[in-house]
């Protein structure tokens, strides 16, 4: 891709709305704009970005043999009265009467719905397992919207539900999608703290919540330095590790993900039923799994960022390669980076060309700024000697490559 | 894909709420369900389609040169009311005010949050042209929703704006995308008509609709029979077609793009404007072109079924290829089909295994009505001489193949 013929507004200075780190470098590196607060654009890196977490996600979730599903945002009110969510929701769910007088709600999350579509398609025992995933946008009337992509009133959630005919086949399904989350969060390079947490609005016995540590969190953890066990921080902090007895610290945390054994709450007030082997009518066993994506890019900023930018995980990063001709107006320099772009897209590895008419120092600035994994200079050096310089984002050591050798110490730098 | 592990619950008859063919067969293959009427769930089946339209419009799209974003579905009103089309749009658009106070739409199209957007970044002719596109959900409070995903209050459309210097400019970015969308009904399966068209509620000089001629259609076209141009049905029927004077004939179609050379009438309202080559304050000239891609499904399973059921174009079936263990209590027989299942993932072809224990005769007529392409049936024949029968969904042939032989044949029927 050419910088010039995609949209890479990027900004010298954060506007003044941005709070946290990870949400002055999004904005400052055209990641994503503001529409209004709690509403943001996803320009075309950002979006890159957000589809490489979507498709780690979607692989992990089918490997843990979960079915994807896309759900309605329109949802009827009444679904929400039968399971008395409604009031329990209150008025961050948005709510509007349609002009056939349909009371219909902007649904925050996805348990009616899905409860009473398995509802009315499963009957016996021989349907069950069935686990459904999606990625959706959900919607909230957020009274203090915060850090950008973090706490919106639009933001992009997986759920998950399981639905199973008894406890051990909901703890098999729930260990399983644990798994698949520790991989997730591993892939995004995110460092996170599995915590034991209270169900709350959704109900049922057990649950876990995935915090990831960031300087501007919403949420506190206790966490072990010995064996890195996390404990909600309503427990005493005094109190020190149950598992190992080591000293707990208190870390400041986003929540990425959040899991439930939901067990019959919501399949027994739907009247979601099974007949099973013995012929008995049952309430199905339900799990469900969340995973607030679009804040995962957040996340995953704060965690990997220094003072010049972000620093993107290589399987997040919107590119993997920018190439930088120092000066475009040498035609020698601009051959050969159209010739190293059309090599590179040709074996696969993405590619950002800055062909912008500006400064040496204005590329270096916002190649750092995008945080783009491998930097490919081409300058004076290659009009003297053929040489040109790799340079990886958040090392300094730069290496003088070839153009002949320069596909094998990507390859090698990529999958290294 | 095991059928065990998915979710695809077909239906004999199809329900009451059901008008057109591929709203019936969409509701009996299990591919979508009703939540309430004009908002439908996608299954797993629907969702797979779904994805692989997406994927061959972002492919073509992008070779337009057009960079993916994603626009935010809540937009602020106040911007509705700089273009005027507030009013326009009447009582269609979905309205609210949040608890903040502020009055919020649910955009049923984009054009003044684009404009907006482009008109903060952009300011000289060096950053233009700019041509986005996104794939996005879109609300409207439909009066009479039909035929299931042709007409809803919830859809996803893919909507593209282009932002230029000059009319020249336009017309080739307007070109560009033209032959894209030509690209893209083709690769569906899809036969179109393309219509010079009135801009009505968007505005603008030049527009073109694309429509899908469909037993069951919203509007009529006049199609020549001779040389295949479209006219708008409001033209008087007797004429001869204005190209080479064939007769014209009277066709009901579904319209599934329409795109639009708005020019100024967006960029001088809302204030995007750029200085040009000569230092001169210019408003940007702009186009917008939509697909209705939920739609798309329907108007591919209008053109492409049979009585038995749908007949996916290959680049859009859920999966290629279907296997049918007709005797699941057999060992050798789900032997063979568990390990063809393996060899064709392997090979990267998208297979469904129908490992029910359900009769033959049932597990035909569901594959027919699922219409994936290529139906491998495992019965007592393997167990006589080790022969297995390749089926193509929609022709009658059955072809007598070996397990060894068989992932040639397959990769044969399935690239051409």
Redesign the interface.
């Known amino acids: ?1 050419y910088w010039s ?3 890479i ?1 990027t900004l010298k200075d954060a506007p003044q709305e941005a709070e946290s780190e990870s949400h002055k470098l999004l904005l400052r590196a055209g990641m994503i ?1 503001m ?2 607060a709690g ?6 890196l950002g ?2 970005a ?1 589809m490489n977490i979507q498709d780690i996600i979607r692989q992990e979730m089918q490997a843990s ?1 979960a ?10 009110l009444e679904l929400w009265q039968r399971s008395g969510r409604d009031k329990d929701i209150g ?1 961050v769910m ?1 709510r ?1 009467t ?3 007088g ?1 009371k219909i709600c902007l649904g925050p999350t996805h348990e009616e ?1 899905i409860t009473d ?1 398995v509802r ?2 499963v009957s016996s025992y021989k349907q069950l397992p ?1 686990v ?1 995933y999606q990625i959706q ?1 959900k ?1 909230r ?1 957020e ?1 203090r919207p915060r850090f950008g992509l973090v706490r919106g ?2 933001f992009i959630m997986k759920d998950a539900y399981s639905f199973d005919r008894d406890e051990q086949g909901l703890d098999k399904n729930y260990q399983l999608i644990f798994a698949a989350y520790e991989r997730i969060f591993k892939r995004c390079g995110l460092g996170v703290l599995s915590v034991e947490a209270d169900s709350g609005v959704m109900g049922g016995s057990v649950s876990h919540e995935f915090m990831v540590p960031a300087q501007e969190g919403e949420d506190n953890v206790l966490f072990c330095a010995v064996c890195h066990k996390g404990f909600p921080a309503k427990e005493n902090a005094a109190l020190n590790c149950s598992k190992c007895k080591g000293k707990l610290e208190k870390v400041s945390t986003l929540e990425v993900g959040h899991i439930f054994k939901l067990g019959t709450k919501y399949s027994s007030v739907l009247g979601a039923n099974f007949v099973d082997a013995q012929g008995k009518m049952q309430p199905i066993i339900m799990g469900c799994y969340g995973i607030g994506v679009s804040r995962l890019i957040s996340a995953v900023v704060e965690q990997n960022h220094d003072a010049n930018g972000i620093i993107w995980p290589m399987e997040v990063a919107p590119y993997k390669v920018i190439i930088l001709p120092l000066d475009i107006t040498e035609p020698k320099i601009m051959e050969q980076a159209n010739n190293l772009h059309a090599r590179l897209e040709g074996a696969g590895v993405t590619v950002l060309l800055d062909d912008r008419d500006e400064r040496a120092g204005v590329k270096f600035k916002d190649a750092d700024l995008l945080g783009i994994n491998l930097q490919l200079v081409i300058g004076k050096q290659f009009l003297k000697d053929g040489t040109l310089e790799l340079k990886e984002r958040g090392k300094e050591e730069k290496n003088a490559v070839t153009a002949e050798g320069v596909l094998e110490k990507i390859r090698a730098a990529l999958h290294g």
Chains 1, 2 share one sequence.
Not at 39 to 44: F, Q
Request: overall charge positive.
């Open positions: 891709m013929k995609t949209f507004p704009r529409l209004m509403v943001y654009s996803y320009l075309p979006y890159r957000l043999g079915a994807e599903v896309l759900l309605p945002a329109l949802q009827p008025e948005i509007f349609d002009r056939k349909r719905v579509l009315q398609q069935v459904l946008t919607f009337d009274l009133c639009e």
